[in-house]
């Protein structure tokens, strides 16, 4: 069974601080992992993926993840937060083996102060 | 390019009732997926199909089923509506049976 656990329900930030998003999976087959971002009253947007390519993965507006199999995580980066940065974010796993279904964790909402 | 859409946006149905959600996937995807997000949580995968035929499905009551048409698009039905069954529902589209997924804005289903 595959799962995703999301560390801390708010994150709050200054703007121009570092922010560290938290993202542990749980996968019995090799995964792929996924972090989208859901502004207010919108959908998701993938911001970046873990295909096995790279463990360091840049995405989209600055943010990247490192996958490390050794501590089963995933976690997201961003050197600077800006303002516009300030949404949901969702770390999601899903299996290599061909199977179709993302599992979502809960989800981090990102505050960023002025 | 257009991506994934999602009708209506909005609405606000009665217990009791049936709904149906539309989805049109990017132009040449042959997938669509369907995830109910609770407020508050991760989204939840109820269904996908695949060259029109299910390919899978999520934990959710017979209440719930879809269809996919030949030109790709989808219909989310719910029957006799639940309080529970108020959430964001989200339409996803992805190039092949296996490919990357990319979601649509959203019907957001309130129920009164």
């Known amino acids: 069974a595959q799962s995703v656990t999301q560390l801390g329900s708010h994150v709050s930030v200054s703007e121009g601080a570092l922010v560290l998003l938290r993202c542990n999976y749980s996968?019995?087959?090799?995964?792929?992992l996924f972090w989208y971002v859901q502004y207010p009253n919108q959908g998701l947007q993938l911001l970046l993926k873990?295909?096995?390519?790279?463990?360091l993965v840049k995405g989209i507006n600055g943010f990247e993840a490192e996958f490390k199999k050794s501590e089963t995580s995933f976690h997201l980066t961003k050197p600077s937060a800006h303002m516009s940065d300030a949404a949901e974010y969702f770390c999601?796993?899903?299996?290599?083996?061909?199977?179709?279904?993302?599992?979502f964790g809960s989800g981090t909402r990102l505050l960023v102060r002025p | 390019d257009a991506g994934v859409t999602q009708s209506p946006t909005h609405l606000i149905k009665t217990r009791g009732q049936h709904v149906t959600l539309r989805c049109s996937p990017i132009?040449?995807?042959?997938?669509v997926s369907w995830y109910q997000q609770v407020l508050g949580q991760g989204p939840q995968f109820i269904f996908q199909?695949?060259?029109?035929?299910?390919?899978g499905r999520g934990n959710f009551p017979d209440r719930f089923s879809a269809r996919q048409f030949p030109n790709y698009s989808s219909e989310l039905n719910v029957n006799a509506l639940l309080l529970g069954d108020s959430a964001l529902y989200l339409c996803?589209?992805?190039?092949?049976?296996?490919?990357?997924?990319?979601f649509g804005q959203g019907t957001r289903l309130t129920v009164v």
């Open positions: 996803a589209s992805s190039l092949e049976e296996v490919g990357w997924t990319f």
């Open positions: 996968s019995s087959v090799p995964p792929y």
């Open positions: 873990y295909t096995s390519a790279a463990t």
């Open positions: 999601a796993v899903r299996r290599m083996d061909s199977s179709y279904k993302l599992i």
């Open positions: 132009s040449g995807h042959k997938s």
């Open positions: 199909y695949y060259e029109k035929e299910e390919r």
